[in-house]
């Protein structure tokens, strides 16, 4: 029997998505960000993190991105790791939490908050309790 993939995004979905991205993804460096007002792609390891926030909203991973320009507000999340990926509570946002050690030994850290709700979803960049970047505009 052949599984189908779902329709729609919902927050089970999500769930059953979340132990697959810490399993592959955690502690893992960023190489490389790509955008489009409708994708994000992260390379973190060997693999991408694609995140399709157009109705309908995807979230998989890929050998291949699925975005093809440049993130410039999502490229401060090069070379970073990350840290840990959460579902924090009933809704459709999935968090994950990155961690950049300077030269100097100093942390930086980074919340990507990504909004899978249908076409008003949006991925958001946050450090320090300041939003630094968001793929769509309100």
């Keep these: 029997r052949k599984e189908r993939l779902p ?12 132990p697959e991205l810490k399993e592959k993804l955690e502690g893992r460096r960023v190489n490389l960000t790509l955008g489009s007002p409708k994708a994000l792609s992260l390379k ?5 993190l694609n995140v399709h926030l157009a109705t309908p909203n995807a ?7 699925l975005a093809t320009a440049t993130a410039p507000g999502f490229k401060t999340l090069e070379a970073c790791y990350l840290k840990a990926v959460e579902l924090p509570g009933p809704d459709r946002l999935l968090r994950l939490t990155f961690t950049k050690v300077s ?3 100093k942390t930086q850290n980074y ?28």
Excluded: H, M, W
């Design 103 to 105: 030269l100097t030994g």
């Design 111 to 138: 919340t990507l908050l990504l909004e899978l709700t249908g076409r008003n979803a949006n991925a958001v960049l946050v450090s320090g309790g300041l939003v630094q970047a968001l793929l769509r505009r309100f």
């Design 44 to 48: 973190i390891g060997a693999l991408f």
């Design 59 to 65: 979230l998989f991973l890929s050998q291949e991105p």
């Design 7 to 18: 329709t729609k995004v919902d927050r089970l979905y999500i769930e059953k998505c979340v």
